[in-house]
């Protein structure tokens, strides 16, 4: 009685401290991962969200629907500055918060139906992945896509356990959300509900074979129709922007098509965030993803062919279809490849949320508790290091220089004029939204619809001689060898371009170069 009533007691220790330290964990991670978020740097992802943010959801939605995503997160942006205006600091905890989110769920749902453990790892890497500590301010929709795909994930796994109206109406609102969020969470939303579709299908069918009175049609088959049209009705608005959108992004001159040193990045990527900003040496960042990952392959492998156990192998369904999801949707693309390229390595963090789980609920009913705890430092070690990293690129005195250096001399009349190279003129533009902004589309990218997104009033040209009227102050806004000051001088010449100042900036933050000439026009 005495050593039961001890055993007792320490299982009951033990949940305690597993309790607490799960809890310890999302308090520090979330810190953790705001540490490097309060800075006002953009670069031009960023700097398109920033604009489109203080449109009207009208003017959101027919702009939207000339960019490359779908409007929801520009809608929950458009929600916060209508309460605190264009603020860059709110902007870059809105994109925390799904993050800090996520890993509560970790505590709330994973923890409930997996188990301690695997939330535990779930609520850890969700904070202290350098991918995610990498991302966790960025102002783009990555973070509320993963959150969206996780939930959605979350209640297609309790219907398959449990299937109720609740867990259904959950599934639906998750599911529609996620497609309106990014088309990666909405390729993983249609993979996810064919799923369930199969799965019902086939399990009415074996049901029927046990039993003739079994129905065809069952509950969980008419649940699914109701959410199946309730979803393509609430994203049919949306449904005639899609195949526009999908035209534009694989006709974008930055998107090439799969190759292995793209699967290398999207690899290193799902670890580390590397990029194009390198946050931790290329090769650490492979090592890192390769131990990592080799050692979640060992966990499966225990898990699957050395247990032997008929009931808890059953519960392996999660670990194969989080990750299994995450293939198919790759596989997904990859078939959408073989016409146009849409492969790319950011737009996988709209899944990293399954990729996660696949390494926690692995690692902890497979792994061993020494070396599971060996991988969960390295990432923190691995993660410190990129944070560090950050922290310097983003507060570094440097990113502010180019903005001072305007606003010193800058006048409400000035025009601001930028053209397609120059990715920090677009950024340059959004400090200074109430200024007259001018984009030479030179190349003529026919992305006039889309660019409305940034200032007020964007005044777009294809040909400069729609200037030859304008008389007053010109920021020129270049990235490299003041090729559009120069283009501009050559066409008017010194008599009618006098040059008031000029200098050029490099910052750290996504290492941008401005080169920024300060003209007057007569």
């Known amino acids: 009685m005495l050593y039961l009533s001890n055993h007792n007691h320490k299982m009951k220790s033990t949940k305690i401290n597993l309790k607490y330290i799960h809890i310890g964990i999302i308090i520090l991670g979330i810190i953790f991962i705001s540490l490097s978020i309060f800075h006002t740097s953009l670069w031009f ?42 603020n860059l600091y709110v902007y870059r905890l809105l994109s925390m918060i799904p993050l800090a989110i996520l890993s509560i769920i970790g505590y709330t749902h994973i923890r409930k139906d997996f188990g301690e453990k695997v939330g535990l790892l ?14 966790s301010g960025e ?29 259904w109406a959950l599934f639906a609102i998750f599911s529609v959300s996620s497609a309106y969020i990014h088309y990666y ?26 039993d003739s009175k079994s129905k065809i049609y069952t509950t969980e088959l008419k649940c699914f129709t109701v959410s199946a049209i309730s ?14 959108q ?5 006709n974008g001159f930055w998107i090439s098509g799969p190759t292995l040193k793209l699967f290398l990045e999207i690899f ?10 390198k946050y931790i040496n290329q090769n650490i960042a492979i090592l890192y993803g390769i131990i990592t990952l080799a050692y979640t392959i060992y966990c499966i492998i225990k898990m699957h062919f050395k247990d032997k156990e008929i009931e808890k192998r059953k519960t392996n369904n999660a670990g194969v279809w989080a990750i299994g999801v995450y293939f198919l949707v ?139 009227d304008y008389k007053g102050r010109i920021w020129v806004v270049d990235s490299d060898n003041y090729a559009l000051y120069n283009k501009l001088l050559d066409k008017y010449g010194e008599n009618d371009i006098t040059l008031l100042k000029q200098n050029q900036f490099n910052t750290e933050y996504h290492t941008y170069r401005y080169q920024i000439s300060l003209i007057n026009k007569k």
């Open 45 to 86: 992802d960023e700097s398109y969200s920033v604009g489109i943010a203080s449109k009207s959801f009208i003017d959101i939605y027919l702009i939207g629907s000339n960019d490359v995503h779908p409007i929801l997160y520009y809608y929950i942006l458009h929600i916060f500055y209508l309460i605190f205006g264009t």
């Open 122 to 135: 779930f609520s850890l890497f969700t904070l202290f992945l350098p991918l995610n500590c990498v991302y």
């Open 139 to 167: 102002i783009r929709m990555y973070t509320w896509a993963m959150l969206l795909v996780s939930l959605m994930a979350i209640y297609a796994y309790r219907i398959y356990i449990k299937s109720s109206y609740k867990n």
């Open 185 to 210: 969470s909405l390729a993983t939303a249609f993979i996810i509900n064919l799923i369930l579709f199969i799965y019902f299908i086939k399990k009415a069918i074996n049901d029927r074979k046990k």
């Open 231 to 244: 979803q393509i009705l609430i994203y049919s608005p949306w449904l005639i922007c899609v195949w526009q």
């Open 246 to 250: 999908v035209l534009g992004l694989s």
């Open 268 to 277: 290193i990527f799902q670890f580390t965030g590397n990029l194009d900003v």
């Open 330 to 468: 790759m596989l997904f693309i990859l078939i959408i490849c073989i016409k146009k390229p849409l492969l790319y390595p950011r737009y996988f963090l709209t899944l990293t949320g399954l990729f996660i789980f696949f390494l926690s609920f692995y690692m902890a009913n497979g792994g061993k508790k020494l070396l599971t705890v060996i991988i969960s430092v390295i990432t923190i070690i691995v993660s410190t290091t990129v944070n560090y990293k950050m922290i310097k690129i983003n507060y570094a005195k440097s990113n502010n220089e180019p903005i001072e250096y305007v606003k010193e001399d800058l006048k409400q009349d000035d025009m601001i004029i930028f053209e397609n190279e120059s990715g920090s003129g677009f950024v340059l533009s959004m400090h200074f939204e109430d200024i007259q902004n001018c984009f030479y589309d030179a190349e003529n990218w026919n992305v006039e619809p889309a660019y409305k997104a940034f200032g007020k009033d964007l005044l777009y040209i294809n040909n400069l001689d729609e200037l030859n």
